[in-house]
């Protein structure tokens, strides 16, 4: 028995190593190849040969690239901000208040999640164009908080669900109205959940491209993911492969930071609700 479990803590770890390295490998490789330059960025190389800074000063160096990183980090973090305020009230209203058709209207609120941003594009164009938002950041922030809420919602209210009643009832006995149980009762407990919810709708954000592409026309106003993409090189025919690598992992990088802080909150936010008792 000792040495089929030796096998199979052997085989779990392997296993674990080869996910982890299929996973990360890709961006390492993009860290490689964003040091190369000239001739070096058609050789496979899966260590860098010299480090050279050119492709991150040429990026760095792009004041459009630098302006797309403040519209992209403004967009994500309005995005996050109205996204949770309209959660924290939606998820109190169906966790704690009875009404009917509760559990329909929850459903219902998961499946507007289900649809495709494709399917949605065209209608949601003629709905920002009619607002008159057409190529600002108000544009993106609508369509980016429409797709986030589905999800904040649904963690927010299978967390809240699981808070002991008692806290609520004794905030009532106090006086407390429904705002404030919410902000100064509720709030404190529900912070994995909003770490949760918040970095994963500020990702979404961050990398989204399709919306960010349609509803924007000038380079002013175009976010981080439109700007890689849009890179060009010393020729219409020439892909600047040098700079697309040192401007993802620019782009990348303050992810990985974000979710290397906020690892234990991120995992206690999506297991809330996961067990009873």
Known sequence: MSNRSLLNTMGFYA???????????????????????????????????????????????????????????FIASLTVGFSLLL????????????????????????????????????????????????NTPWAMILSYVIFTLPFTVWVLTTFMRDLPVEIEEAAIVDGATPWVIISQVFLPLLWPALVTTGLLAFIGAWNEFLFALTFTSSETQRTVPVAIALLSGASQQEIPWGPIMAASVIVTVPLIVLVLIFQRKIVAGLTAGGVKG
């Open 87 to 134: 959660a924290v009230t939606a998820s109190y209203a169906l966790a704690r208040v009875r009404f009917r058709g509760r559990g329909l209207l929850l459903m219902t609120i998961l499946a507007v999640s289900m649809f495709p941003q494709i399917a949605v594009l065209a209608g949601l164009f003629e709905l920002i164009r009619f607002l008159g938002i057409f």
């Open 15 to 73: 296993l674990v190593v080869i996910i982890v390295v299929f996973a990360c490998f890709p961006f390492y490789y993009a860290i490689v190849t964003s040091f190369a330059t000239g001739t070096q960025l058609f050789q496979v190389q899966y260590w860098p040969q010299q480090l050279s800074w050119t492709n991150y000063n040429a990026v760095l160096g792009n004041s459009t690239f630098v302006r797309s990183l403040f519209n992209s980090l």
